[in-house]
């Protein structure tokens, strides 16, 4: 089975940085979509930044101009870079990957925190 472990996470002060960083225990087959998710105290999980089979990314609007999202396929790591952070960011924040040709598997991080303070 793959194994997503991420790191990266802190607290950090609004305006400051932080780079998340996603890796694979072993190469994954597939069609495969990057996600980067975030979950916030008392809300639902909501998806930030993702890049599909075409390496195409995308970003949810909340984060626009200030993450993005690169990954390094020799180390087999996604990384999300998170500038100018905001208070409203705070949330713990897992990768997924999506692989499959007839099936579709799901595979997850297990969550890294990140609290940024006003």
């Known amino acids: 089975q793959v194994q997503l472990v991420e790191s990266g996470g802190g607290l950090v002060q609004a305006g400051g940085s932080l780079r998340l960083s996603c890796v694979a225990s072993?190469?994954?087959?597939?069609?495969?979509?990057m996600t980067w998710y975030r979950q916030p105290p008392g809300k639902e999980r909501e998806w930030v930044a993702r890049?599909?089979?075409?390496?195409?990314?995308t970003y949810a609007d909340s984060v626009k101009g200030r993450f993005t999202f690169s990954k390094d396929n020799a180390k087999r790591t996604m990384f999300l870079q998170m500038d100018n952070l905001k208070p409203e960011d705070t949330a713990v924040y897992y990768c997924?990957?999506?692989?499959?040709?007839?099936?579709?598997?799901?595979?997850w991080g297990q969550g890294t925190q990140v609290t940024v303070s006003s």
């Open positions: 997924n990957v999506r692989a499959g040709y007839k099936n579709i598997l799901d595979f």
């Open positions: 890049m599909d089979s075409r390496l195409i990314t």
């Open positions: 072993t190469s994954i087959a597939g069609f495969n979509i």
